[in-house]
């Protein structure tokens, strides 16, 4: 059974930085590109980032592109998300998932598992 925890959320104020955590379980974590996404309140869930199993190809949003960076780590099934010159428009609820594909775009999330979230807060 796949499961992920995300974790890492926080109230900042803008321009400050944060770094999330996403531990998965239940899947063999090195073979699956793995992305982050966000909700806002009243939005739909958008895709902000991915990365490919080795970590060599990267997507990002065009909203978050140059501010947030996504890394992995194999060895401890985790996923990262360092987002810095935060703006009070990246406030959301926070997720990651293994995805479908990541390359020119971010596929969906390929399980259809989605963890608690971390909230990330960002003040004006």
């Known amino acids: 059974q796949v499961q992920v925890v995300e974790s890492g959320g926080g109230l900042v104020q803008a321009g400050g930085s944060l770094r999330l955590s996403c531990t998965a379980s239940?899947?063999?974590?090195?073979?699956?590109?793995m992305g982050w996404f966000r909700q806002a309140p009243g939005k739909e869930r958008e895709g902000v980032s991915c990365i490919i199993r080795s970590g060599g190809t990267i997507y990002y949003a065009d909203s978050v592109k140059g501010r947030f960076t996504i890394s992995r780590d194999n060895a401890k099934n985790t996923l990262y998300l360092q987002m810095n010159s935060l703006k009070p428009e990246d406030t959301a609820m926070y997720y990651c998932?293994?995805?479908?594909?990541?390359?020119w775009g971010m596929g969906r999330n390929l399980h259809n598992v989605w963890g608690q979230g971390t909230q990330v807060t960002v003040s004006s």
């Open positions: 239940g899947l063999t974590f090195d073979g699956y590109a």
């Open positions: 998932a293994a995805v479908t594909g990541c390359g």
